[in-house]
Structure formats: structure tokens, C-alpha cells
């Protein structure tokens, strides 16, 4: 069983950075991806970006690429998230997910952090 955790959100401004983690423990996550997905009020959760664990390779949604990146940490089992140039439009509760799939279908994830809050002003 793995548990993930994350950290890192908070209130931030228009054009500031940003970077989230997620500690992974309980379990071998060698063979999974690992992926961040957003949730805004009202909205579904949508796919942000993925790493594969083995070799980290990275996959990202293409209206977020080229400010987000996502990477990880052997040592410590963590996942990062680094935003940059954060818009009002960034605003959701951000997770961590993984799963043995490559895949971005929320559903198809196993595991599941709690999410951490990403507040954007204006």
C-alpha cells in the first residue's frame, strides 16, 4: 500500500513560483508513473503532468508545458512539481497520483495524496 503526501501550496501572485512535492511511502513505487493532476471548484480533475519512476521520463499536458516541470528524488521517494509564471487560472487543489499504467485517466490512478491548495491573486 503507498501512501503519498504532499506539500508545497499556498497562497502566491500573479507571475510568482512555486514547488509542490509529494513523499511517497509503504510500498515499492520502482515500476510506477507518477502524476499530478488539478482540481478547480466546479471543475474536473484534469491531468497536469507525469514521471516514470524507472527511467524519468516525463509527460506533460500541453497547455501547461513549458512552466510546469515535474521531477524526482531517489533519496528521499519524492515527486516535485515546480511551477512557474503563476496565473489566477492555476488556482485548484493540486494532487499526486500513481499507477502502474501509462495513463492520465484520473480513474485508472491506485493511489492518492490528500492535495495541497494553489491560490493564485490577480
Known amino acids: 500500500q503507498v501512501q503519498l503526501v504532499e506539500s508545497g501550496g499556498g497562497l502566491v501572485q500573479t507571475g510568482d513560483s512555486l514547488k509542490l512535492s509529494c513523499a511517497a511511502s509503504?510500498?515499492?513505487?520502482?515500476?510506477?508513473?507518477m502524476s499530478w493532476f488539478r482540481q478547480a471548484p466546479g471543475k474536473e480533475r484534469e491531468f497536469v503532468a507525469r514521471?516514470?519512476?524507472?527511467?524519468?521520463?516525463?509527460y506533460y499536458a500541453d497547455s501547461l508545458k513549458g512552466r510546469f516541470t515535474i521531477s524526482r528524488d531517489d533519496v528521499g521517494n519524492t515527486v516535485y512539481l515546480q511551477m512557474n509564471s503563476l496565473k489566477p487560472g492555476d488556482t485548484a487543489v493540486y494532487f499526486c497520483?500513481?499507477?502502474?499504467?501509462?495513463?492520465?485517466?484520473?480513474?485508472?490512478?491506485?493511489?492518492w495524496g490528500q492535495g495541497t491548495q494553489v491560490s493564485v491573486s490577480s
Open positions: 497520483a500513481a499507477t502502474e499504467l501509462m495513463t492520465i485517466v484520473p480513474r485508472l490512478y491506485d493511489y
Open positions: 509503504g510500498g515499492t513505487i520502482s515500476t510506477y508513473f
Open positions: 514521471i516514470r519512476w524507472s527511467d524519468s521520463s516525463t
